[in-house]
């Protein structure tokens, strides 16, 4: 009687695991009969990041005018002319035509922006080159390292101040200098019309100081006023 009723509970055992089995199957089943309209399915996340295009970020920090972003680029080309002045030891007038390049970028954020004179600093390296026409003619071309602070005035109208130094190559030769190799200081106002969002017109005077700082013989000097026009692009 006990064999009977061990065998019957065991029996009973093997048979729900069957049932379970079978039910499992049978819900398999009725979901692959589903129309594929009335299944669930789950579509991958696409990252549309990937499909839009970055924006470019704009030279300004917000509106035209109200100071740079920091690392906003430049590019300029300048042509202009100066006229000589037999000052700071002179001996002649030197009259130059001098066209120049110049490559910077904006180095800060707006300073002193609770200021009338808020704006940015920014470096250049400018290449220059040119001819002598009074009182002779010669030729001269250098390389400067420029520290310009850009002024955040709100409009399209944005004056700068600079001043830099740098290295000549020039044949003016006697009276006033020795040798051909000369150092140059360069300082002056200018100012960046903004007739678009990253292109202007540039005006500008610099005063330029040509002499070998004393490495030569004579080194009475080259000092005249250079008056500039030409384009600015910054990106």
């Not at 002319?81 to 130059?96: P, W």
């Not at 080159?129 to 420029?146: M, R, S, V």
């Amino acid at each position: 009687m006990k064999i009977l009723k061990l065998t019957c509970c065991k029996l009973a055992v093997v048979l729900a695991g069957v049932a379970a089995d079978s039910s499992q199957g049978a819900e398999s089943s009725t979901s692959l009969a589903l129309p594929l309209a009335d299944r669930t399915v789950t579509a991958p996340v696409l990252n549309t990041n990937l499909l839009t295009p970055p924006v470019p970020s704009s030279i300004w920090r917000d509106e035209v005018g109200n100071g740079f972003r920091k690392g906003a680029m430049e590019v300029g080309a300048t042509v202009g002319a100066s006229l000589g002045s037999q000052i700071f030891g002179s001996t002649d007038a030197h009259d130059l035509g001098l066209v120049k390049l110049s490559v910077g970028r904006v180095i800060s954020d707006v300073v002193n922006s609770d200021s009338w004179y808020s704006g940015n600093w920014e470096l250049l390296g400018e290449v220059f080159g040119g001819e002598q026409f009074k009182p002779h003619n010669a030729h001269l071309d250098g390389l400067t390292a420029i520290l310009r602070y850009d002024f955040a005035t709100g409009t399209k109208w944005v004056p700068f101040f600079d001043a830099g130094g740098g290295v000549t190559y020039s044949d003016i030769g006697h009276p006033d200098l020795g040798g051909n190799c000369q150092f140059n200081l360069q300082t002056g106002p200018g100012m960046n019309w903004f007739i678009y969002k990253n292109i202007a017109l540039t005006v500008q005077y610099r005063f330029l100081h040509l002499s070998s700082g004393g490495m030569e013989k004579p080194n009475h000097g080259v000092n005249t006023s250079a008056f500039y026009a030409g384009i600015s692009w910054f990106f």
